[in-house]
């Protein structure tokens, strides 16, 4: 069984809102840091938000900043991201991951363990 199993994805119109869910089995030394990212067909994986669970501190991609928000449950190891004025742009298949470090760049290479993804689907 996966380490990190995401959930929530679905439809949503331009402007709406959805929320995801991120369920860490365990906490090892070195996945301390919980991430987001997001790719979309034919692009890049990009990196959308990251936090340290046991910090609360949080990071952001300049494109959802104000916009997504990142959080946790530390007694369900739940990390959430709820994605408020959704764009078509957002549409992509949205994964969690755990890693060592959090920094700004929230890039895939610092990330270790890999959920399978939800998607997320925005119509205009």
């Known amino acids: 069984q996966g380490q990190l199993v995401e959930s929530g994805g679905g439809s949503v119109q331009a402007g709406g809102s959805l929320g995801l869910s991120c369920a860490v089995s365990?906490?090892?030394?070195?996945?301390?840091?919980i991430g987001w990212f997001r790719q979309a067909p034919g692009k890049e994986r990009e990196g959308v938000a990251a936090i340290y669970p046991v910090r609360g501190i949080t990071y952001y991609a300049d494109s959802v900043k104000g916009r997504f928000t990142i959080s946790q449950d530390n007694a369900k190891k739940t990390v959430y991201l709820q994605m408020g004025s959704l764009e078509p742009e957002d549409t992509a298949m949205y994964y969690c991951?755990?890693?060592?470090?959090?920094?700004?760049?929230?890039?895939?290479?610092?990330?270790?363990?890999w959920g399978r993804g939800t998607q997320v689907t925005v119509s205009s």
């Open positions: 365990r906490y090892y030394s070195n996945t301390q840091c």
């Open positions: 991951a755990a890693g060592a470090v959090c920094t700004n760049a929230i890039h895939p290479t610092q990330f270790i363990y």
